[in-house]
C-alpha cells in the first residue's frame, strides 16, 4: 500500500533562518507532489506541485523553493525565514490526473519567531 | 481558473442531528470534486468524492454528497452526528486535466455537543 511520511511534525525556527522540510512516498512510482500551506484559520494555499524528478511549478510568488531530487521526493525549502512564513505545511501526492483525490502527510507545523 | 466558496465558517450542532455543509464552485471546464476531513493537528482525509456518474455519492461513515451542476454546489450532509464527527471540513475542486490541483475552500469546523 502507499504511504506518505512527512517530516518533521512541529519546528520552532527564528526569523532569517534557513528551512528545510521532506516528504516522501512509497509504495507507488511517478506521483505527482504538492506542497501546500495552511494558514491559522484560513484554508490551504498550493505553494508547488511536481509531476516528475526535477519539475516544480511554484503557484505564488514567495520567500519559499521547492526540489525534486527523486521520484518520491519532495522537500520545501527557505534560505531566510519570514514570520509571515508560520504555519501549518502538508505535503500531498495523486497519481494519474487527480480524479482519485490526494493522500495527505501528517504537516509540519512552523512557527517562525 | 476555479473557486470554491464554503458558506459556513462554522457550524455548531447537537449529537444526533442533522447538519448540512454548503459548498459552490465555480469553473468553466469540468470537474472533480472532494470533501475533506481534517482533525486537530492532522493532515487531511479524503471524506468522499464526485468523479463522474450518480450525483450522490457517500462515505463509509454516513456522509453523503450530492452534485448540483446547475447550482454549481457539491453539499455534505449527515443525517445523525457523532460527538466524533467535530472537526474542520474542506471542500475542494480540480478541473480535469490540471495535474491533479486542487483549489480548496477556506474550510468549516463542526462543533458536536451533547
Known amino acids: 500500500s502507499q504511504t506518505i511520511h512527512q517530516w518533521p511534525a512541529t519546528l520552532v525556527q527564528p526569523v532569517g533562518s534557513p528551512l528545510s522540510l521532506e516528504c516522501t512516498v512509497e509504495g507507488t512510482s511517478n506521483p505527482n507532489l504538492y506542497w501546500y500551506r495552511q494558514a491559522a484559520g484560513r484554508g490551504l494555499q498550493l505553494l508547488f506541485y511536481s509531476v516528475g524528478i526535477g519539475q516544480i511549478s511554484s503557484e505564488v510568488p514567495q520567500n519559499l523553493s521547492a526540489s525534486r531530487p527523486q521520484d518520491r521526493q519532495f522537500i520545501l525549502s527557505s534560505k531566510k525565514l519570514l514570520l509571515s512564513d508560520s504555519g501549518f505545511y502538508l505535503c500531498?501526492?495523486?497519481?494519474?490526473?487527480?480524479?482519485?483525490?490526494?493522500?495527505f502527510g501528517s504537516g509540519t507545523r512552523l512557527t517562525v519567531v | 481558473a476555479q473557486s470554491v466558496t464554503q458558506l459556513d465558517s462554522q457550524v455548531p450542532v447537537f449529537e444526533e442531528a442533522p447538519v448540512e455543509l454548503r459548498c459552490n464552485y465555480s469553473?468553466?471546464?469540468?470537474?472533480?470534486l472532494f470533501w475533506y476531513v481534517q482533525y486537530p493537528n492532522q493532515g487531511l482525509q479524503l471524506l468522499l468524492k464526485?468523479?463522474?456518474?450518480?450525483?450522490l455519492v457517500e462515505s463509509i461513515n454516513g456522509f453523503e454528497a450530492e452534485f448540483n451542476k446547475s447550482q454549481t454546489s457539491f453539499h455534505l450532509r449527515k443525517p445523525s452526528v457523532h460527538i466524533s464527527d467535530t472537526a474542520e471540513y474542506f471542500c475542494a475542486v480540480s478541473e480535469v486535466n490540471s495535474w491533479g490541483k486542487l483549489q480548496f475552500g477556506a474550510g468549516t469546523q463542526v462543533v458536536v455537543t451533547p
Open positions: 500531498a501526492w495523486t497519481g494519474g490526473a487527480g480524479a482519485y483525490g490526494y493522500t
Open positions: 464526485y468523479l463522474s456518474g450518480s450525483t
Open positions: 469553473s468553466s471546464v469540468s470537474v472533480y
